[in-house]
């Protein structure tokens, strides 16, 4: 029996918009893969820099390749549009600034049949101006419930908010989308796949090659919408694993989420868009005043006080502080 016919198949979905530098390297990653069995969902979110026709071109050597060309929707549209499209057993993510190691979804599969899951997943590298850096390394097979898995994925640390570094089995997305003009919808979705999964597993062996680029939406100037819509992610995330009643510690990451963005909304010129953020950021930590300083650390125990009590002080306090110590994380 012919190998490739007897494996299942799997979509990988790769949202494309104005990536000419980089989407060559991309596909002939997923188009050299190992694992051979692919149906390579490219959805062409309306590029203007000559993207779409380099993936015309790719489609036209490779019948693996499926290019949907669409109107600027943003990249949960352009996920959702090939979510729709898709008709393997499987789904992967790839983004079009990124590329895969060959054999990183016969990893993957080969992971999840093994341990009889329903996601797999592998570590990243991060690219950054030349440079590679591997986020995590581990020959540790860690088997998950969703209770546990859940918890790593609030933690955003081992296990992180990313599409892109694991395997699904399709039904998991059976009645799942990514939010529509959200940044970060990420954050916003994965918690619902995990919760849907019988199990999860994980193996931090570094496939995937995550390029951070200056001018992309995490690389970009600080923009406190984009942060808010990072705090509302976390937000519904801890919050709904509270109300499944799967991790009591959820919202002590609410809190942390929460300061976090007052402290960095604090260095930008006061509007009636800043002002309606922070009183919602607000609103929402008040729902969990009952988190005590020893659940969340001194040091945000004490910020979360001056901010309640006296923000206009806080932020002349905050501002005076960091006009003397300049982040380097941040470019307001």
């Known amino acids: 029996m012919d190998e490739t016919r007897a494996l299942p198949l799997i979509s990988i979905i790769v949202p494309v918009y104005n990536v ?35 993936c015309d071109t790719y489609a036209s050597k490779d019948r693996r390749i499926k290019v949907i060309h669409r109107k600027n929707g943003g990249l949960s ?42 996601i797999s997943i592998c570590s990243h590298y991060i690219e950054r101006s030349g440079r590679t850096k ?46 529509q003009g959200r940044y970060f919808e990420d954050i916003a979705v994965m918690y619902k796949v995990f919760y849907q999964a019988r199990k999860i597993v994980m193996k931090g062996h570094p496939k995937y090659h995550y390029m951070v680029r200056t001018n992309s ?72 005043n009952d988190i005590s300083f020893r659940q969340i650390g001194m040091a945000i125990a004490i910020k979360r006080w001056a901010i309640y009590h006296n923000l206009s002080r806080y932020r002349s306090v905050y501002r005076f502080v960091r006009s003397i110590f300049k982040s380097k994380s941040h470019r307001f």
């Open 217 to 288: 939406i995490t690389g970009s100037k600080y923009n406190p919408e984009k942060e808010y819509h990072m705090f509302l992610a976390v937000y519904e995330q801890c919050t709904f694993i509270q109300e499944k009643q799967l991790w009591n510690r959820a919202p002590v990451f609410i809190i942390r989420s929460g300061v976090h963005l007052i402290d960095h909304i604090m260095l930008v010129p006061l509007s009636p868009v800043v002002e309606e953020i922070v009183r919602d950021v607000l609103s929402k930590m008040h729902q969990y």
């Open 20 to 54: 000419k530098d980089y989407v060559e390297k991309c596909l002939d990653s997923i188009c050299g893969q190992t694992y051979k069995n692919l149906e390579i969902v490219v959805v062409d979110d309306g590029s203007t820099d000559g993207s779409g026709e380099i």
């Open 77 to 118: 549209a352009a996920r959702n549009e090939g979510l729709d499209a898709a008709t393997g057993e499987f789904l992967g993510f790839v983004d079009s600034d990124d590329w895969i190691d060959l054999d990183m979804f016969k990893f993957l599969y080969e992971l999840l049949e093994t341990e009889e899951a329903d």
């Open 134 to 179: 591997i986020k995590y390394n581990s020959d540790e097979v860690l088997n998950l419930v969703p209770r546990d898995a859940m918890r790593l994925l609030v933690e955003d640390d081992i296990i992180r908010n990313f599409a892109w570094d694991k395997l699904y089995r399709r039904t998991l997305f059976r009645e799942l989308r990514f939010p």
